[in-house]
T-cell receptor, first 113, second 111 residues
């Protein structure tokens, strides 16, 4: 069974540009989560989808971040316009409904210059 | 609100020595507790978890952790370190809805 996949693995952009990160969860997992780790700090929750609906987006830093989950399958996280402080590793995780174990993808390392 | 504190951002042990990575948590409800490991250039992998029942939890690769409610701790141990254990380890707490992570502990294993 394929795990959680994320694309791209690395992205280097300039301040003011737009970047879109993609996450494909494990098939059949209705829960999808986005997290971010800024250099040397803890992994922070961004938001949680249940199918295509946003269950909790309390961790989204500001309105430059937009997350979508088309048809309850893959999810995208767009940053527009990117700022220097957006640099970090963005992780995606998925889980089945009514379970506690989240399975993580390898992350996307975003560098904003 | 829930939170996690990992004591020591870097831990170094010799091969064959005991590994002890410390984690303390706070939670307003009975917590679910997790340890994840991240090897270089890979994603987070679940090592072990505590939900209910036995407080001593065994995980993969010889690791185990003990839930101590009175100490609000969930320390990770391994009796004998191996070179392949070098990685970053994350403790996490869940209130059954959201997960909160510690800042991570990077484990170095010296030959």
């Amino acid at each position: 069974e394929a795990g959680v996949t994320q694309f791209p693995s690395h992205s280097v952009i300039e301040k003011g540009q737009t970047v879109t990160l993609r996450c494909d969860p494990i098939s059949g997992h209705d829960n999808l989560y986005w997290y971010r780790r800024v250099m040397g700090k803890e992994i922070k929750f961004l938001l949680h989808f249940v199918k295509e609906s946003k269950q909790d987006e309390s961790g989204m830093p500001n309105n430059r971040f937009l997350a979508e989950r088309t048809g309850g399958t893959y999810s995208t996280l767009k940053v527009q316009p990117a700022e220097l402080e957006d640099s970090g590793v963005y992780f995606c995780a998925s889980s089945q409904v009514q379970t506690d174990t989240q399975y993580f993808g390898p992350g996307t390392r975003l560098t904003v210059l | 609100a829930q939170s996690v504190t990992q004591l020591g951002s870097h831990v170094s042990v010799s091969e064959g020595a005991l590994v002890l990575l410390r984690c303390n948590y706070s939670s307003s409800v009975p917590p679910y507790l997790f340890w994840y490991v991240q090897y270089p250039n890979q994603g987070l992998q679940l090592l072990l978890k505590y939900t209910t029942g036995a407080t001593l939890v065994k995980g993969i690769n010889g690791f185990e952790a003990e839930f101590k409610k009175s100490e609000t701790s969930f320390h990770l141990t391994k009796p004998s370190a191996h070179m392949s254990d070098a990685a970053e380890y994350f403790c996490a707490v869940s209130d059954h809805n959201d997960m909160r992570f510690g800042a991570g502990t990077r484990l170095t294993v010296k030959p």
